[in-house]
């Protein structure tokens, strides 16, 4: 089945870093979700965009809906050791399967 | 407030013997999932149902079944468990399009020896 490409797969940053990720599709999507998982917890929804070019901020999360409808991007301000965790993103088209990437793996050290 | 919430959350299991994965929501979704997670795979569509009564398969359904014992409930089935379902498996239910959202559990870690 059809999975997002998410870039990068892993990141180890220094507290205090700035951080981007994004997520690419060869297809168009209509929704955009982005999820954090901590380690043995299940995916958390940290923002929503359902509109191209919305850009929406969550603290110092900023996630953008592409313009081509076919790719996002995270964005971590500042980071904190408390940031470790998993990003996945999820496009969803219509009523059709909401599709994930694979995740980035991001380490913040302290 | 729960929202979703799986049992059990850790098992082992001997290939051949068959087990049932629970999952409940409190949040009043019509929509309910189960997905499997493999290290550099993201989340794989096993089952869904889109409503009370109604299932249908996913990416990866072979070797499962699903239930959909009401609203709130959404149980998956191994029949015959094989060491390639060892995985970890989460349950979600869905707020629909047009402005969808899926909310997880926190996951069975399912280990088959």
């Known amino acids: 089945g059809q999975q997002l490409n998410q870039s990068p797969q892993s990141m180890f940053i220094q507290e205090g870093e700035d951080v981007s990720m994004n997520c690419t599709s060869s297809s168009i999507f209509n929704t955009w979700l982005w999820y954090k998982q901590e380690p043995g917890e299940g995916p958390v929804l940290l923002i929503a965009l359902y509109k191209a070019g919305e850009l929406t901020s969550n603290g110092r999360l900023t996630a953008q809906f592409g313009i081509t409808r076919k790719d996002s991007f995270l964005n971590i301000s500042a980071s904190i050791p408390s940031d470790v965790g998993i990003y996945f993103c999820?496009?969803?088209?219509?009523?059709?399967?909401?599709?994930f990437g694979a995740g980035t793996r991001l380490t913040v050290k302290p | 407030n729960a929202g979703v919430t799986q049992t059990p959350k850790f098992q082992v299991l001997k290939t051949g013997q068959s087990m049932t994965l629970q999952c409940a929501q409190d949040?009043?979704?019509?929509?309910m999932y189960w997905y499997r997670q493999d290290p550099g795979m993201g989340l794989r569509l096993i089952y869904y149902?889109?409503?009370?009564?109604?299932?249908d398969k996913g990416e990866v359904p072979n070797g499962y079944n699903v239930s959909r014992l009401n609203k709130r409930e959404f149980s998956l089935r191994l029949e015959s468990a094989a060491p390639s379902q060892t995985s970890v498996y989460f349950c979600?239910?869905?707020?629909?399009?047009?402005?969808?959202?899926?909310?997880f559990g926190q996951g069975t870690r399912l280990t088959v020896v």
């Open positions: 999820a496009g969803q088209l219509n009523n059709n399967d909401m599709r």
């Open positions: 979600a239910s869905k707020i629909p399009f047009p402005r969808p959202k899926a909310f």
């Open positions: 149902s889109a409503s009370e009564g109604t299932t």
């Open positions: 949040m009043n979704h019509n929509s």
